[in-house]
Structures are given as structure tokens and as C-alpha cells.
């Protein structure tokens, strides 16, 4: 007795198969960074207000790294509570980012690790805040993106 397959399942296997195949075995167990500065709860003053994010390697994978600002858009919320977060880069080659943040405010970020199309879960929030001294440090009145 001959059995058939349908078209669909024939597809499906062959998906899987491509998958299992061509996913390095690292991607397959892919962990989140471990963030390593700035420490959870840092404060800051300097100005310009530059901070370079930094977290631990994985394998060969690019990194997204999503950066959140407090009161920035609405008041007492995060900018992620009320459209997009203050920042998302995607596809980063290293393991660091730097960028000036935009004013005197809390702030938390984020990473996660990708291998072609597979990503894992985003690392738990860390968040560290600005209170500047110079007067040029006044938060803006329109944040533009």
C-alpha cells in the first residue's frame, strides 16, 4: 500500500529539514548577552551625556540593543509605554554601543543576540539615570528622531 503525502506536509518536512541542517548548533541554544556596564542603577553627570552600553559575546551573533527613556514623551511613562522605545538598533557587529542620551531623566536598556533569523529572548532591563549640572542640559521641549 502506497501512502501519499500532501503537498503541505511534504513542504513542512523539507523546512525543517533546511532548518536543522543549516542552523549552526549555537544559534539552536542561543542565550541572552549578560550586560556588563553600565552597572543596573548607575548615575550619572557628565555632559555631554555619552554612555557606552557593553554586554558579554555570543558565538557569532549580531546584537539589538533597545534603549528606553522615562518622561521623555509622556510624563512618569516610558517612551515604550506610548509608541516605540527611545532607540532600537538592530544588526550590531560588537558587543558595545555608545550614543549621547537626551537629557536629565531615567533611563533603561536592553539586549538580545541573533544568528541569521533566529533571536533570543531580550535581556532583563538595566537602567541608570542623568542629572547634569550644565544649564545646555535641560531637557528638550520636542524630542525629534
Known amino acids: 500500500m ?21 542552523v549552526p548548533v549555537e544559534a539552536k541554544a542561543l542565550k541572552a548577552p549578560k550586560q556588563i556596564s553600565p552597572k543596573n ?8 551625556r555619552k554612555v ?3 554586554w558579554t559575546i555570543v558565538g557569532k551573533a549580531k546584537y539589538d540593543v533597545k534603549i528606553d527613556c522615562l518622561s521623555c514623551r509622556k510624563k512618569g511613562q516610558w517612551d515604550s ?17 555608545s550614543f549621547n542620551f537626551v537629557g536629565d531623566s531615567r533611563s533603561r536598556w536592553r539586549v538580545r543576540a541573533r544568528v541569521g533569523f533566529l533571536q533570543c529572548k531580550w535581556s532583563p532591563w538595566r537602567y541608570c539615570d542623568f542629572k ?14
Open 81 to 97: 509605554q506610548n509608541g516605540p522605545a527611545y532607540k532600537v538598533v538592530k544588526g550590531l557587529s560588537t558587543n558595545h554601543f
Open 2 to 22: 502506497k501512502q501519499r503525502f500532501s503537498l503541505k506536509a511534504v513542504l513542512a518536512i523539507l523546512i525543517m529539514a533546511t532548518f536543522f541542517v543549516a
Open 52 to 54: 557606552t552600553l557593553r
Open 41 to 48: 542603577n548607575s548615575h550619572f553627570t557628565h555632559f555631554p
Open 132 to 145: 547634569t549640572s550644565s544649564s545646555s542640559a535641560k531637557k528638550p521641549d520636542l524630542i525629534v528622531r
